[in-house]
């Protein structure tokens, strides 16, 4: 699983100055990288009862629908405001400057769904929390949160301590 990590790409300085970038496209453009990555999640979600995937606009769509497909259960879709045509509920969270929102269809998640939340990679935690809180708020179970990457150094995982979480690959800084 490690040599995954040979196939992600780090950009320095984007998208600004001092950022890491890990570019999950070059893990994408290879057959086998991505099948890998898809299978983990498979595997480990295979028998959990799930009901379905939820994923994060826009990587996290790749990696929950080919989940979710493979799992035989529904996609999800969390998206950037004002994008899904039907009633929504929504979350804001506070970034480094200003904040964000996430918004899901109201009826995406019926209460006692057990649903797994996918993302390619955590670095705040920020962008997930809003998106468990949510599942949970709509009566849904979070069996687990699952990203490709997690950069450790960040601490995310302390917004995530109320949710199982389960990353592929740490980054240390
Ligand atoms: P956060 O809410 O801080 O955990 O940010 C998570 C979201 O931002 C994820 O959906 C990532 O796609 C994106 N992101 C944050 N930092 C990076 C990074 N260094 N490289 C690639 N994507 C990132």
């Known amino acids: 699983m490690e040599s995954l990590k040979k196939k992600i790409r780090e950009i320095p300085d984007f998208p600004k100055p001092g950022i ?67 009633k929504t509920i929504r979350k804001s969270y506070s970034l480094e400057y200003g904040t964000d929102t996430v918004e899901m269809h109201e009826d995406a998640i019926r209460p006692g769904d057990r649903i797994v939340l996918i993302d390619d990679l955590i670095a705040t935690g920020g962008t997930a929390r809003a998106v468990a809180d949510l599942i949970h708020e709509c009566g849904g179970e979070l069996v687990e949160i699952g990203f490709v990457i997690e950069l450790d150094f960040l601490k995310g995982r302390e917004q995530l301590k109320d949710y199982p979480v389960f990353s592929m690959l740490t980054y240390q800084e």
């Open 20 to 86: 890491l970038f890990y570019d999950i496209t070059t893990l994408l453009r290879d057959g086998e990288a991505f099948r890998e990555a898809v299978r983990t999640f498979v595997e480990r979600y295979r028998d959990r009862d799930i009901s379905a995937v939820v994923g994060i606009e826009a990587r996290g769509f790749i990696f929950a629908a080919a989940v979710a497909h493979e799992l035989g259960v529904g996609f999800i879709p969390v998206r950037k405001p004002g994008k899904l045509p039907y």
